[in-house]
Nanobody, 125 residues
Framework: QVQLVQSGGGLVQPGGSLTLSCAAS????????VGWFRRVPGKEREFVAA????????RYADSVKGRFTISADNAKNTVYLQMNSLKPEDTAVYYC??????????????????WGQGTQVTVSV
């Protein structure tokens, strides 16, 4: 059974940094794409970043480019989302997801079939 367990998140001031982790069991993350998505109450879950290690591909939403970095540690079977220069509008519940996704579908939430439990990120003074 594939399972993704998230950690990290919390409360941070604007301009601060946080790192989210997504650890997998039941699958090796370098064989699938891993994406990060976020949801604000009342809105659709939106794409944040994704990595497809075997293709050497990463994707970022325009709103986080230059501030967020997605990376993978294959030895730990864990994907990270390093978030810098956080803004209040980054406040959301963040989810990681995995799936056998092709490069052209990395930004689509419908392409992923296993999801983590979600973790709250709040950016506020």
């Amino acid at each position: 059974q594939v399972q993704l367990v998230q950690s990290g998140g919390g409360l941070v001031q604007p301009g601060g940094s946080l790192t989210l982790s997504c650890a997998a069991s039941g699958i090796t993350l370098d064989s699938v794409a891993v994406g990060w998505f976020r949801r604000v109450p009342g809105k659709e879950r939106e794409f944040v970043a994704a990595i497809l290690t075997r293709a050497g591909s990463t994707r970022y939403a325009d709103s986080v480019k230059g501030r967020f970095t997605i990376s993978a540690d294959n030895a730990k079977n864990t994907v990270y989302l390093q978030m810098n220069s956080l803004k209040p509008e980054d406040t959301a519940v963040y989810y990681c997801a995995s799936g056998r996704v092709i490069v052209s579908s990395m930004t689509s939430k419908n392409a992923y079939d296993v999801w983590g439990q979600g973790t709250q990120v709040t950016v506020s003074v």
